[in-house]
């Protein structure tokens, strides 16, 4: 066997999520080697085989290692400010309220709207360096804020950008059916078929979208017209998430989950039929606990079921202006814990693992295990759980992103 390494790290210990194994998958006092950007061999160093060689050789110095962080949900290209909600919300204004007033997700729509490609990369570059900085070395964007056919790519170009100028693999998602612009008002139907005969099959000639999300809500859209966002989507052979449950049941889940969706997202109110569900079609349960704790809600979501029925839960930090201007993945782990009641092991599980399932990219991503990417984040911790025991504070010492280090 050729043991010719790339690069070794040496004296770390793992956290390598890898399902086969229990609870976070740990070994003490480890080594993990790379090479061509794979983990090419991972095992105890007592273990090393004997001649390996390789071309740099890094003393991990008792860090742990975990999968590099993966936040699956996030809205973090925008234009605009909503602190003026977020006082109107403190004196009692619900965010419903607030849309209907014309304000929330359709505030940033005007404001993104406005804003060049370079004012949108220069307004999002600080939010996606706070999540960098903690160790997250794939990001999903949404589109969302601009609806119309111009913005919406814009969004998705800014969102491509990010993943080639910063270290971070980034996958787009369009989320055109998120709001219904001022110039549809009154017409959502005709809106559902301008996103689904003109937006998305122009997005997807582009390829700039790698899956397809919508919100289906009251002050959203219907199942009826999700569906029909779905099969647009399944026309173009592009994967399907959904914003479902949040702040009432539409039985989203359901939907999500008969079109084969990669998730579900949010699930504050989802029903047992919904779990169900999800459990029969393997889709990811995402738990968003940075939206919760903003709109300040007291329905969690059925937490034990989702367990019992076996659903995977991913946790992301659906950083956006309006219900969680949240940019750490390390934080929303602390959310899931200390309101959702999530242990540390499921948190962890839920930003790597499961995340990269969310996303499609279990295969490459998520845990450490020969033959996945390189991809992992170093830390200065005495246990995997201290990732998700504090809060505001980052322990992360080093990244490598396709068996690149990089600093945090
Ligand atoms: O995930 N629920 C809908 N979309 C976002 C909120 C977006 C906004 O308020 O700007 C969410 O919470
Ligand atoms: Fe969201």
């Given amino acids: 066997m050729n043991h010719t390494w790339d690069a070794l790290w040496t004296h770390v210990h793992l956290a390598t999520l890898a399902p086969a194994a229990a609870g976070y998958g740990e070994l003490r006092d480890a080594a993990l080697a790379v090479r061509d ?42 234009a605009g400010n909503r602190s003026d909600e977020f006082e109107a919300r403190l004196q009692g204004v619900s965010y419903e309220e607030i849309a209907r007033r014309g304000g929330g997700i359709r505030s940033t729509v005007r404001a993104t709207r406005a804003a060049t490609f370079e004012t949108l990369l220069a307004a999002s570059l600080p939010r996606v360096a706070t999540l960098l900085a903690e ?13 119309d056919l111009d913005t919406e790519a814009r969004m998705l170009r800014v969102a491509r950008e990010i993943g080639r100028a910063e270290p971070v693999r980034v996958r787009t998602t369009y989320l055109g059916a998120h709001a219904v612009p001022p110039e549809f008002a009154g017409r959502t139907d005709d809106y559902v078929t301008r996103v689904c005969e003109e937006v998305l099959p122009a997005l997807a000639a582009e390829g700039l979208a790698d899956a397809v999300d919508a919100f289906c809500e009251t002050i959203g859209f219907t199942r009826a017209q999700v569906e029909r966002v779905f099969d647009a989507a399944r ?33 504050e109110w989802l029903s047992p039929q919904g779990v169900q569900a999800l459990a029969a079609a393997g889709t990811v349960a995402v738990l968003l606990p940075g939206a919760y704790y903003f709109l300040r809600e007291t329905r969690l979501p059925p937490l034990q079921a989702l367990r019992d029925a076996g659903v995977p839960m991913a946790v992301a930090t659906d950083c956006n202006p309006g219900t969680s201007p949240m940019p750490s993945l390390l934080a929303a782990m602390n959310l899931a814990c200390t309101l959702f009641r999530l242990t540390p092991q499921e948190a962890l599980a839920g930003t790597t693992r499961h995340a990269a399932a969310a996303l499609g990219l279990s295969g490459q991503l998520g845990t450490l295990e020969p033959g996945k990417v390189a991809d992992f984040a170093l830390w200065a911790i005495d246990r995997p759980a201290d990732l998700s025991c504090a809060l505001g504070f980052n322990p992360c010492v080093g990244v490598v992103n396709a068996g690149v280090p990089r600093a945090p």
């Fill in 37 to 78: 950007g794979r983990i090419a061999w991972l095992g105890s160093m007592r273990e090393l085989p004997a001649g390996a060689q390789a071309a740099i050789e890094h003393d991990g110095q008792g860090c742990w290692v975990t999968p590099g962080l993966i936040d699956c949900h996030t809205h973090i290209v925008y």
């Fill in 135 to 147: 160790g997250v070395t794939t990001l999903e964007i949404k589109s969302g804020y601009g609806l």
């Fill in 235 to 267: 026309r173009l052979q592009l994967p399907v998430k959904l914003h479902a449950e949040q702040l009432s049941d539409q039985q989203g889940s359901q939907l999500v989950a008969r079109h084969g969706g990669l998730s579900a997202d949010h699930l």
